[in-house]
Nanobody, 124 residues
C-alpha cells in the first residue's frame, strides 16, 4: 500500500507562486508515474501535470503550460509542482496520484493511489 501526503497549499494573490510537494511512503517510488490533479468546488477532478517514471518526461494540461512545472526526486520519494503566475481560476484542491505504469495518461481513473489533497486559493 502506498500513502501519498501533499503539502504546500495556501492562499496567494494572483500572479504569485506556490510549490506543492507530495511525499510517498514505501520504497518503490521510482516505479510510479506521478500526476497532479485538481478539483474546484462543484467540479470534476481534472488533470494538471504528470511525470513519467521511466524517462522523467512531462506532460501538462494546456492552461498551465509555461506556468507550472512538475518534477520528482526519487531519492526523497517526492514529486513537486511549482506553480507560477497563479490565476484565480487555479483555485482548487490539488491532489497527487501515483500510477503503476510507464504509460502517460491524464485520466484520473487510471491512477492507483491518491493523496488527501491540499487547498490552493488564488485571490484576485
Amino acid at each position: 500500500q502506498v500513502q501519498l501526503v501533499e503539502s504546500g497549499g495556501g492562499l496567494v494573490q494572483a500572479g504569485g507562486s506556490l510549490t506543492l510537494s507530495c511525499v510517498s511512503s514505501g520504497r518503490a517510488f521510482s516505479r510510479y508515474t506521478m500526476g497532479w490533479f485538481r478539483q474546484a468546488r462543484g467540479k470534476e477532478r481534472d488533470f494538471v501535470a504528470l511525470i513519467n517514471r521511466s524517462d522523467n518526461s512531462t506532460y501538462y494540461e494546456d492552461s498551465v503550460k509555461g506556468r507550472f512545472t512538475i518534477s520528482r526526486d526519487n531519492a526523497k520519494n517526492t514529486v513537486y509542482l511549482q506553480m507560477n503566475h497563479l490565476k484565480p481560476q487555479d483555485t482548487a484542491v490539488y491532489f497527487c496520484a501515483a500510477r503503476v505504469s510507464s504509460l502517460n495518461s491524464p485520466d484520473p481513473r487510471l491512477y492507483d493511489y491518491w493523496g488527501q489533497g491540499t487547498q490552493v486559493t488564488v485571490s484576485s
